[in-house]
């Protein structure tokens, strides 16, 4: 449960703000869209950016860890994992077990929960409603369509940086709250692997798989 929240968690906030171009009809929709892309550009820009995240699935467990991003790069640091992805090569290393894995930075089978959890924009509706604490983006599953039933994203109204995500899972809500947000001056060296950190790890080399 733990690891596909997880990626839920990661998988959404990618996918939230990567695909956010959607097709808006109404003017609320079209208001949805201009500050999607907005943050789009901070999370995702040349410029690269970083945030803090702590998830709470209905108290049933919680756990936090941090995130990197920058062009095709990117890093994720939690409570069991260190992942570098230097654009090329994927490692994930898993600090109990003490082993390092190497994948294409393109590989599928770098998470093997990555494929449940995919977003598909044209599948939802998207509403943008004030807040007390900033605007709401409520996106909310079409019929007929797979994928996540509901989910909300909280922005800074004057930053549009994230706050918070609510998502829906089956029957339960997951909170994300996200801290520390920044934009902007992200050095590239964060995305390199420390191999001599984890010289007595062992490697296990899925590249080309």
């Known amino acids: 449960m733990k690891s596909r929240t997880v990626t839920l968690v990661?998988?959404?906030?990618?996918?939230?703000?990567?695909?956010?171009?959607?097709?808006?009809?109404t003017p609320n929709e079209q208001q949805a869209r201009r500050f999607f892309d907005q943050t789009y550009n901070m999370v995702f820009g040349k410029q690269g950016s970083s945030l803090h995240y702590d998830v709470n699935l209905v108290g049933i467990f919680k756990t936090s860890g941090d995130i990197w991003y920058k062009d095709n790069k990117s890093k994720f640091v939690d409570e069991r994992f260190d992942v570098w992805n230097d654009g090329k090569t994927y490692y994930k290393v898993e600090r109990k077990k003490k082993t390092v894995t190497l994948y294409d930075a393109?590989?599928?089978?770098k998470d093997k929960y990555a494929n449940d959890f995919t977003f598909e924009p044209d599948n939802y509706t998207y509403n943008i409603a004030d807040d007390p604490k900033g605007y709401l983006i409520t996106l909310k599953l079409k019929k007929g369509k797979k994928g996540m039933k509901l989910v909300k994203i909280l922005l800074d109204k004057k930053t549009r940086a994230p706050i918070n995500l609510r998502i829906?899972?089956?029957?339960?809500?997951?909170?994300?709250?996200?801290?520390?947000?920044?934009?902007?001056?992200?050095?590239?060296?964060?995305f390199v692997f420390p191999r001599q950190t984890y010289a007595n790890y062992d490697c296990i080399d899925k590249r080309g798989e």
């Open 106 to 109: 393109t590989s599928e089978k």
């Open 10 to 25: 990661l998988t959404t906030i990618f996918f939230l703000f990567v695909h956010a171009a959607v097709w808006a009809q």
């Open 168 to 190: 829906k899972v089956a029957f339960f809500w997951a909170h994300v709250n996200i801290t520390k947000f920044k934009s902007g001056n992200i050095s590239d060296q964060i």
